[in-house]
């Protein structure tokens, strides 16, 4: 190799297109994902863990690219964003999809909310002031 036409742009191009290349890759897993998975906890789980790295790495391939300072905020408040609404989206996808009964429960490894459903459809004996259930006057019987 040449030591004159090895230079900081070259470096930073191949940087950007290995980002790039990566980024894209990670971006397609989770469409292939989103689509082949089985039921909605497995297709939510493969449309946001790879989904965030893969904008990641694009929003850096593209901040090397511009070679520019002020591009670097913008595309740092452009990924704060996805990483504070990915997580909520998530959750309010699982929690619908969990109480529609759109998950295969033999699937899961664990059940952790089914209680918490049992209980705030009121089909649990217990409630949540001790063990004292509540008389309708606001207060438990003793």
Avoid at 24 to 29: D, F
Wanted: with cysteine; charged share 15%; net charge neutral.
């Amino acid at each position: 190799m040449n030591p004159e036409t090895f230079s900081g742009d070259t470096v930073i191009d191949a940087v950007s297109a290995v980002f790039m290349v990566v980024g894209a890759l990670m971006s397609l897993g989770a469409a292939v994902g989103l689509l082949r998975f089985p039921d909605l906890m497995s297709r939510m789980h493969a449309a946001t863990k790879p989904q965030v790295l893969g904008l990641f790495l694009l929003l850096c391939a593209v901040g090397l690219q511009m070679r520019t300072w002020w591009v670097w905020p913008v595309l740092v408040v452009a990924w704060i964003f996805q990483l504070l609404t990915v997580p909520v989206s998530a959750h309010m996808v699982g929690r619908a999809g969990y109480r529609t009964k759109h998950l295969h429960p033999e699937l899961l490894s664990a059940d952790e909310l089914e209680a918490v459903v049992q209980q705030a459809a009121g089909k649990s004996g217990f409630s949540d002031d001790g063990g004292a259930a509540d008389d309708g006057g606001g207060r438990g019987r003793r």
